[in-house]
């Protein structure tokens, strides 16, 4: 087993115990809400897989339209006011995640961009 690997299955259990304990009200709150609308889930390598997941489960649970895009498709085209952005980043480390939600804003304040981090 790979290193990398074996290091996150040693921290499967505490993995499982944050998230039973952590508060997803305000997630709770925003996929409500997304589901009124279309979706646009946006993301780039391995959030480019969980972008996929979010669009495939937002089309089946809410029977409203779903597309998938990477951060550059996403700001490259006009995104009409109904279509719920969603943009999935592993850690947020990288500056695309706040560079497309600028692009989509306007707004360059930490207010406007929603993380989920652990």
Request: without cysteine.
């Amino acid at each position: 087993m790979a290193k990398p690997y074996a290091a996150e299955m040693e921290k499967l259990a505490e993995t499982f115990s944050w998230s039973a304990a952590v508060d997803i009200g305000q997630l709770r709150k925003a996929v409500r809400t997304a589901g009124l609308s279309s979706l646009l889930a946006i993301g780039s390598g391995g959030s480019l897989t969980a972008a996929h997941a979010l669009a495939g489960l937002h089309q089946r649970f809410t029977g409203r339209i779903a597309a998938v895009a990477t951060p550059l498709d996403a700001v490259a085209y006009p995104l009409e006011a109904n279509v719920a952005p969603w943009l999935l980043s592993a850690g947020a480390t990288s500056l695309w995640p706040r560079g497309t939600a600028v692009g989509f804003t306007g707004y360059n304040e930490d207010k406007e961009i929603a993380r989920m981090l652990k």
